[in-house]
């Protein structure tokens, strides 16, 4: 066991035996994200201007990599039969800079970096942050993607009409104003909060999702979404408050980790093109069980990505 885990982490390191600073799952961290070669690129985007509840999201992505290396050691991820790393080409580049307390910038430089990123031929999973981020990478990504399904996991909808020009519950408001996604091909997951039901999406709502067969669940997302581009966005209050109380904006009767990771896995035949895990807020979980949920969420992500390969 024990020799294992040293080469897993040396592994990680690029075979080095030190580093003065890593990312999640303990990679090295690339600040020439643009240049270099990788087939997915983790951001962090340490923001929560937009949030409307408890605020603290911005501390999100550090928390996920703190706890990250909980999950490097093991070799072979269960129940996956292959090391994620052997078949996907993952870097971290660390976090958006922006100017503090500039929410029009953020959104700005978040869609500049992620055109860029996507104009090289590599693929984004961003750790936010509040959910208001996905906005802005949903704009970038209909650039090169065009039209593009939505897989939301939540506790709300975020379609809501009123709110500012920087909002946590109104980027899928305007992302189908804008043509950034065809609500039609979408799906929300998980929600137990007021939505209207006109919005065009198709919601699965969480007492739905928690007393349906798994296969089933996918076999209905599968249709909806068709052959089109999906863009994943997985807001962490999807789950219930016992499995990630740190969060801004908890709602009782949520998902368990254990069925929200087998629907993730059960998406991997689908054109995925974009990821992000967002909403993470540390300071209201001593436990650090939510971040581990998310770096949980983050890794089975990359992991459906590395089995299509």
Known sequence: MGSKRYNTLAHAYDNSLVSNAFGFLRLPLEFDPYSCKADWVITGVPFDMATSGRPGTRFGP?????ISPQLAWEDKRYPWSFRMQDRLDVIDCGDLVFE??????????LELHADKILESGKQLLTFGGDHFTTLPLLRAHAKHFGKMALIQFDAHTDTYEEGSEFDHG?????????????????????????YDANNGFTVLDAAYVNDEKVETLLSKIKKIVGDLPVYLSFDIDC??????????????????????????????????VG???????????????????????????????????
Request: charged share 20%; with cysteine; hydrophobic share 40%.
């Open 239 to 272: 789950l219930d408050p016992a499995h990630a109380p740190g969060t801004g904006t908890p709602v009782c009767g949520g998902l368990t980790t254990d069925r929200a990771l087998k629907l993730l896995r059960g998406l991997a035949p689908l054109n995925i």
């Open 170 to 194: 109104t980027m899928f408001y305007h992302a189908p104003k804008e043509k950034l996604i065809d609500p039609e091909s979408s799906v929300q997951i998980g929600i137990r909060t007021e």
């Open 100 to 109: 503090f307390g500039n929410a029009k910038d953020m959104s700005e430089k």
């Open 275 to 309: 990821m992000d895990l967002v909403e993470v807020s540390p300071a209201y979980d001593h436990g650090d069980i939510t971040a581990l949920a998310g770096a949980t969420i983050a890794l089975e992500m990359l992991y459906i990505q590395a089995s299509k390969k």
């Open 62 to 66: 550090a928390a996920i990599r703190q």
